[in-house]
C-alpha cells in the first residue's frame, strides 16, 4: 500500500516531496468488480481470520519463493481487523493516472519481473507518464521484490537515492 500512500501524499503535500520512490504499485484505482473483491475478501477475513487470504496460492512472491513461510507467518501475526479495513481501504483509493504527468520530483519505479499484483506494465504505464523517472526491474523477484532480491532491490534503491535531484 505504499506506492497509494505515495500518491496521496504527493497530491496533498507536494511543496513537501523531493523524490518519489513508487515500488510494486499502480497508478489505476480499482474496477468495480475488483472493489467488490476487496470488500468479501474484508468479509472472510472478519469471519475466518487472516489465514482466510493464505488459502490461495500467494500471488505476493513469485512461483516457489523460498520466503513464502516467513512471509506467511508476519501476515498471521496481523490483527484480522486491520487487514480487512486495508482490504476496503485499498478498494477505495484514487486513481493517480490523471496525476502522474504532474509529478515534478525525481521519481523512482521499481517493480518486481514476475510481480502478479503490480505487473511491469502497471510499471511502465507509471514511468511513462512521469516526466522525471527511471524504471528498475527486480529480476527474479514478484510483488515483495524487496524480501525475494533484498541485494537488488538495495541496490537499485541506493543508486536512485544518490542521483542528484
Do not use: C
Amino acid at each position: 500500500m505504499g506506492g497509494y500512500v505515495a500518491f496521496s501524499i504527493w497530491r496533498r503535500h507536494r511543496a513537501r516531496v523531493e523524490r518519489l520512490a513508487l515500488i510494486d504499485t499502480k497508478a489505476e484505482g480499482d474496477t468495480p468488480e475488483a472493489k467488490e473483491n476487496r470488500i468479501r475478501l474484508a468479509a472472510l477475513i472478519r469471519e475466518h481470520g487472516v489465514d482466510a487470504v493464505l488459502k490461495a496460492p500467494p500471488k505476493w512472491l513469485r512461483e516457489g519463493a523460498p520466503q513464502w513461510p516467513a512471509v506467511k507467518e508476519l501476515i498471521r501475526t496481523q490483527r484480522r481487523e486491520a487487514v480487512a479495513q486495508a482490504s476496503v481501504a485499498m478498494g477505495g483509493r484514487h486513481d493517480s493516472i490523471a496525476d502522474l504527468g504532474a509529478i515534478a520530483v525525481p521519481t523512482a519505479v521499481i517493480v518486481g519481473e514476475a510481480d502478479a499484483i503490480t505487473p511491469l506494465a502497471n510499471a511502465k504505464t507509471m514511468h511513462e507518464g512521469i516526466p522525471h523517472s527511471s524504471l528498475t526491474v527486480i529480476p527474479d523477484a514478484g510483488h515483495l521484490a524487496n524480501i525475494e532480491a533484498p541485494e537488488a532491490f538495495d541496490k537499485a534503491l541506493r543508486a536512485w537515492l544518490k542521483r542528484p535531484s
